[in-house]
């Protein structure tokens, strides 16, 4: 296993970019005025966080290359629109996203079926550089336009029962001819921790490339959790469950050894079928070593502090 530096074993300015330091400090401050509501709802306290707005300018980019737009575009992999990753692009053509709704249920204040549309404006939508990595060994770096999925999962007031959150792709044979074959047992299904729900590099994603996301890569909202393969960041979403018990999750259904809940991109865990340890980025040549929580560990790896990733994974 890499061995992850943990924060107090060195002063955290030295450690963390200035931004994401002065992050954490204001979210301390916040914090201590809102303790007791805190302490009854988990909720609030990344609520809190949220809400400072360093996190929310795009502090989260990366300096990397990013990936052309017309192979982020046509190499896809959404199993609604056919198993080929050229599928997608030519099968979704006409596939209308027009008055999409979002069922909210589960362990909530506010359940209810949302418009897609009201239930973003409030919202202002950020562009955030991140990879994505598929479990097939390959990555891009896609300049993703999106809200912090924890803005818009607070509105709905999650109670102190929800540990879970899970999220469904629509089920429509006729709109997503791929659902006509059993591939998969339909609907797609994905689903996170509070905390992972509510960590700010987590974003619903709206558009990429500074355009509407196309339908082939989710239209009209998808999930993009970038330290985790792929397949976690669901597309085209239609509903919302707050859950007290971990959610069933569509690739983890279809074949349990190979794909647990958390699917952190992790090197050190081979899938039973190949490493994991290498990644071809879409556009080089050359294979490049995978890095823990793909690159993220610094943000996210106190989440798994107390988990056992090789059991966990
Ligand atoms: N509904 C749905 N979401 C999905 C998938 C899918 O088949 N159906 N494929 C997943 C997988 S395996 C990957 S790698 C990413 C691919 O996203 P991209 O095509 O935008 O790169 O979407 C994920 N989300
Ligand atoms: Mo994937």
Redesign the pocket.
């Known amino acids: 296993m890499i061995r992850i530096k943990k924060r107090w074993e060195i002063p955290e300015s030295e450690v963390t970019p200035e931004p994401l330091y002065r992050r954490r400090r204001e979210f301390m401050q916040a914090a201590g005025t809102i303790g007791g509501a805190m302490l009854l709802n988990p909720w609030a306290a990344a609520q809190a966080a949220l809400q400072i707005d360093d996190y929310q300018r795009g502090v989260v980019t990366l300096d990397e290359e990013l990936t052309e737009e017309a192979d982020?575009t046509s190499?896809?992999?959404?199993?609604?629109f056919g198993t080929d990753k050229e599928d997608?692009k030519r099968n979704s053509k006409r596939f209308k996203t027009d008055d999409w709704t979002i069922e909210v249920s589960g362990e909530c204040a506010k359940p209810g079926t949302y418009d897609f549309e009201a239930l973003m404006k409030p919202f202002p939508i950020e562009e955030r550089i991140y990879r994505?990595r598929?479990?097939e060994a390959w990555s891009?770096v896609?300049p993703w336009l999106g809200v912090p999925l924890g803005s818009i999962l607070a509105g709905f007031k999650p109670t102190s029962k929800a540990k879970y959150v899970a999220f469904r792709?629509l089920y429509d044979p006729v709109r997503m001819p791929g659902q006509q074959r059993s591939v998969?047992n339909w609907p797609?299904r994905e689903g996170l921790t509070i905390a992972e729900a509510m960590h700010p590099l987590t974003i619903m994603s709206v558009g990429m490339y500074g355009k509407t996301i196309p339908n082939?890569?989710?239209a009209p909202i998808?999930l993009v959790v970038p330290w985790k393969?792929?397949?976690?960041?669901?597309?085209?979403i239609v509903g919302i469950e707050f859950t007290e018990t971990q959610p069933q999750t569509s690739w983890n259904m279809a074949a349990p050894s190979e794909y647990g809940f958390y699917s952190n991109v992790n090197p050190e865990v081979d899938h039973p079928r190949w490493s994991q340890k290498r990644e071809r980025r879409i556009g080089e040549i050359f294979k490049r070593d995978t890095l823990m929580f793909n690159g993220y560990a610094e943000e996210v790896a106190e989440l798994y502090d107390d988990l056992d990733l090789t059991v966990n994974f």
């Open positions: 982020a190499y896809n992999n959404f199993y609604e997608p994505l598929c479990v891009m896609i792709t998969l797609y082939q890569n989710g998808r393969y792929g397949f976690k960041s669901i597309k085209s």
